[in-house]
């Protein structure tokens, strides 16, 4: 069974001692990179996310989980009989007045078939379903709704998720009662053997279908591709996801549906940065307007302000401008945005330009350059 296997803790990348919580991270983390619905026709993938499901499967069991550290992967085998080789055979139980041996023992490795099937009928939560979207730097400012399409389990229409075709719901299975299980006893020298497994009727489900429904052939699923209309809102960052509740995978067993997260891209922006809700950008002004001052045109993501720029600003210096900045997400406020203005040398000077800036430069304009060589 294990020959071509590789050791459940080493798919899911953790330790023997591993914590639940940290079995269900590395799961989690594991089966959206491999999901089919992230690498269509991926068939690598595909088999990787078989492979971190079964792992999980039994890791995050904890009957499956001591059986597997004992006996390996034939310990989580169905056939598995931990009494092959005993010298009292596999009918080893009902030891005397310890009373029904066989049973403590289904007990401690799952067995306990009303506790087990109080489990498998309970109502469970749907998959989460990840996705992705890719929105501009000013689109990102304003919040905007995106549609998006994506591929997921839900109950089958035509039988309304019962797998019946005349829409009847499942029958209780004759075989096991509807536990799942069946309970197999044998008398021995040692007394009576009681062991556990799944029923071989109804797959361990405990209901029959009979008459399945063709649509999703009797499973009471099937998958579609729909599309969902998803409130992206302003001032979201690159990298941010969205959770929309209710569309994810459908639940079983009555179970509520699970969510959709959708992981936002924002494209850069030709001139401004982001640093949370603030902006920052660079603006050229001209040597003159550094020196003598000047108003000038500033960008925004919404429209242009006018700027005074003091006499004598230097390159480099920075100014800011409340409120023009980004949203903070869920809030009407903004953030700042910050300009930092570079003073551009000019170029191509015609001779007398040149001998213009000679002049202002001995009439006293280097003066406050050449002060920092001057001795105290």
């Given at each position: 069974?294990?020959?071509?296997?590789?050791?459940?803790?080493?798919?899911?990348?953790v330790?023997k001692?591993?914590?639940?919580?940290?079995?269900?991270?590395?799961?989690?983390?594991?089966?959206?990179?491999?999901?089919?619905?992230?690498?269509?026709?991926?068939?690598?993938?595909?088999e990787?996310?078989?492979?971190?499901?079964?792992?999980?499967?039994?890791?995050?069991?904890a009957?499956?989980?001591?059986?597997y550290?004992?006996?390996?992967?034939?310990?989580?085998?169905?056939?598995?009989?931990?009494?092959?080789?005993s010298?009292?055979?596999?009918?080893?139980?009902?030891?005397?007045?310890?009373?029904?041996?066989?049973?403590?023992?289904?007990?401690?490795?799952?067995?306990?078939?009303?506790?087990?099937?109080?489990?498998?009928?309970?109502?469970?939560?749907?998959?989460?379903?990840?996705?992705?979207?890719?929105?501009?730097?000013?689109?990102?400012?304003?919040?905007?709704?995106?549609?998006?399409t994506?591929?997921?389990?839900?109950?089958?229409?035509?039988?309304?998720?019962?797998?019946?075709?005349d829409?009847?719901?499942?029958?209780?299975c004759?075989?096991?009662?509807?536990?799942?299980?069946?309970?197999?006893?044998?008398?021995?020298?040692?007394?009576?053997?009681?062991?556990?497994?799944?029923c071989?009727?109804?797959?361990?489900?405990?209901?029959?279908?009979?008459?399945?429904?063709?649509?999703?052939?009797?499973?009471?699923?099937?998958?579609?591709?729909?599309?969902?209309?998803?409130?992206?809102?302003?001032?979201?960052?690159?990298?941010?996801s969205?959770?929309?509740?209710?569309?994810?995978?459908?639940?079983?067993?009555?179970?509520?549906?699970?969510?959709?997260?959708?992981?936002?891209?924002?494209?850069?922006?030709p001139?401004?940065?982001?640093?949370?809700?603030?902006?920052?950008?660079?603006?050229p002004?001209s040597?003159?307007?550094?020196?003598?001052?000047?108003?000038?045109?500033?960008?925004?993501?919404?429209d242009?302000?006018?700027?005074?720029?003091?006499?004598?600003?230097?390159?480099?210096?920075?100014?800011?401008?409340?409120?023009?900045?980004?949203?903070?997400?869920?809030?009407?406020?903004r953030?700042?945005?910050?300009?930092?203005?570079?003073?551009?040398?000019?170029?191509?000077?015609?001779?007398?330009?040149?001998?213009?800036?000679?002049?202002?430069?001995?009439?006293?304009?280097?003066?406050?350059?050449?002060?920092?060589?001057?001795?105290k």
């Amino acid at each position: 069974m294990a020959d071509n296997k590789r050791d459940y803790y080493e798919v899911l990348g953790v330790g023997k001692s591993a914590s639940d919580a940290e079995i269900k991270k590395a799961y989690r983390k594991l089966a959206q990179q491999y999901h089919p619905d992230m690498n269509p026709g991926d068939q690598v993938a595909e088999e990787k996310f078989k492979e971190v499901g079964e792992a999980y499967e039994v890791l995050s069991s904890a009957d499956k989980r001591a059986r597997y550290d004992q006996y390996g992967f034939a310990g989580v085998d169905p056939n598995f009989n931990p009494n092959a080789g005993s010298p009292f055979g596999e009918g080893f139980g009902g030891f005397g007045g310890f009373g029904d041996f066989g049973s403590i023992f289904n007990d401690f490795f799952g067995g306990g078939g009303g506790r087990s099937t109080q489990r498998r009928n309970a109502p469970r939560k749907g998959q989460d379903i990840v996705s992705e979207t890719t929105i501009t730097f000013e689109e990102a400012a304003k919040g905007i709704e995106k549609e998006i399409t994506i591929g997921r389990i839900e109950d089958c229409a035509k039988c309304s998720g019962t797998g019946s075709a005349d829409g009847a719901a499942p029958k209780t299975c004759p075989s096991c009662g509807g536990s799942g299980e069946v309970r197999v006893q044998r008398q021995t020298p040692m007394g009576v053997f009681i062991q556990t497994a799944a029923c071989s009727q109804c797959g361990g489900t405990g209901t029959i279908v009979s008459n399945p429904c063709p649509t999703c052939k009797g499973k009471g699923k099937v998958r579609r591709n729909k599309k969902i209309h998803v409130k992206i809102p302003a001032g979201i960052d690159n990298g941010q996801s969205i959770r929309v509740r209710g569309e994810g995978h459908a639940g079983t067993n009555g179970g509520s549906a699970g969510d959709l997260l959708v992981a936002v891209g924002v494209l850069t922006h030709p001139l401004f940065t982001r640093d949370g809700a603030s902006l920052m950008c660079s603006i050229p002004i001209s040597f003159t307007q550094a020196a003598l001052g000047a108003e000038i045109e500033i960008p925004t993501l919404e429209d242009k302000v006018r700027y005074t720029v003091p006499e004598g600003t230097q390159t480099g210096t920075t100014f800011r401008l409340k409120g023009k900045g980004m949203p903070y997400v869920g809030y009407k406020t903004r953030g700042d945005l910050f300009v930092t203005v570079v003073v551009e040398t000019p170029t191509g000077l015609t001779a007398d330009q040149k001998e213009l800036l000679r002049k202002l430069d001995e009439a006293g304009g280097g003066k406050k350059r050449h002060k920092i060589f001057e001795k105290k």
